[in-house]
């Protein structure tokens, strides 16, 4: 199912199309715009913000606006010593102060980047398809760093081809062929389960929503069926919630979809909550899914400590869910921030010429979060 575009990928790629376009032209009115794209003011000059960084379009006046710049026919210089930067939360300080979100990946690349002395160019993946077909194929970047979907991996397998240093984040199959940093799902995973025994679970159910053959989910479930042997427990068969389902078809409010979710997972768990020999930990896909998982163990009527549920991203303070119901009693940081800044460690290291041909990997140790107070003060005794 395609990805429906934030407001700011939705500015952004239009804007790029109309630059490609209308070289050398003056840019319709603010106001034309955000009726034009449905987007309020703010995000609109945020977009135009970056597009002037990058070179794409330029101020006249406060009279005359803003103009399409007309792109040289030689080498663009400027672009060949930018990073392109992909990423889904723009400037937003919020979004990057999360520990655990996309942002801290992009703020990590950005601080290192500019410590490096780098030019840099961030954009959603809907403009950078724009400009592979219209920009970087004649006149291609320096590197680029983020994310990859499927549609891009053609493009950007040319780019690399052109000698584009590329650096992707995350174990994906889809990046085997490029340089890569990942954090390591599967010993986040492991570090839970160990969690959860060493309490006295012994009947751990994953519960995972899936869109395909998920990749950091095989991971995940190494991870947890190496530490249930390791332990000598059952490995349980997970409980898959299709995105389709867990997804709304339509907008609602937070208190709305927690409570949709949270009705969700309680019909979903009753086989496993009922019986002689329940469940009594569960490992969540993320710590939103963990708010509705506690809020549908609340519906089943059973005590707080009967069921410990952990979450994984580590954005419990402040993600959908937040004081919805009990956080879960632990999550994992997968060290998105260190990650990327050894993704621009790795880009120095490719340029310099110190690495060998061959893709590397690097591999970023997750962190055990302990949320529930009396496992802090365990955790902290034991450290």
Known sequence: MERKLTPIEKAESYLHEWVRQHAGEQLPPELTLTQELGVSRHTLRTALKKMEASGLIECVSRRQGRRAVERPSGSMGLIARTVIVVGGTGFDPGAWSNPGSEGAFEAGVMEALKEAGYYTLMMGEEALAWE??????????????????????????????????????GDNPLNAPFDRVYADQEEGTRMLVKLLVRRGKKRILRLWTYEGEDWWIQQRNKGYKSAMEEAGLEVL?????????????????????????SHLYAGMLMKWLSGDNPVDGILCGSDPDAYAVNAALKLHGLPPQQVDVCGFDNVWTSCQGTGYAKPPIATIDRGNHDAGRQIVNLLLKRTAGQLPTEPQAIRVVPQLIPIDSQLKKAYKASS
């Open 237 to 261: 068969p997970p409980e898959l919630v299709p995105r389709s389902l867990h997804d709304p078809k339509e907008p609602l409010s937070d208190r709305q979809t927690m409570d949709r979710l």
């Open 132 to 169: 592979l077909k219209a920009t970087f194929m004649d006149h291609p970047p320096l590197a680029l760093i983020g994310t990859m979907g499927t549609e891009l991996v053609k493009p950007i397998q040319q780019l690399h081809d052109h000698g584009v240093a590329i650096m992707l984040y």
